[in-house]
């Protein structure tokens, strides 16, 4: 099994910066793909940013400039920074973690951008 825990989410104003964190622990081995999905209310998940092992990266249209992935893996961590942010960036942030068999989802951080 292998749990992951995201922190770093909170109320920010428009055009301002986050960085999320996604820590895994457990049967780290398997994972190979890690990445940042978010949901709105009334909306379904979306991609934002995927990061293979090797550090090829992917971007979701809406974010792309905007938001920067990497991974740790001596930390078995990855980061999503977040920057210029826009009231449509609201969401609940969850990490996944793609492995042999199985893919593994945190339990989320609410993201909000506000004035």
């Known amino acids: 099994q292998v749990q992951l825990v995201e922190s770093g989410g909170g109320l920010v104003q428009p055009g301002g910066s986050l960085r999320l964190s996604c820590l895994a622990s457990g049967k780290i081995g398997s994972l190979n793909t890690m990445g940042w999905y978010r949901q709105a209310p009334g909306k379904q998940r979306e991609m934002v940013a995927v990061i293979t092992r090797e550090g090829s990266t992917n971007y979701g249209d809406s974010v792309n400039g905007r938001f920067t992935i990497s991974r740790d893996n001596a930390k078995n961590t990855v980061y999503l920074q977040m920057n210029s942010l826009k009231p449509e960036d609201t969401a609940v942030y969850y990490c996944?973690?793609?492995?042999?068999?199985?893919?593994?989802w945190g339990q989320g951080t609410q993201v909000t951008v506000s004035s």
């Open positions: 996944k973690a793609v492995g042999f068999v199985n893919d593994y």
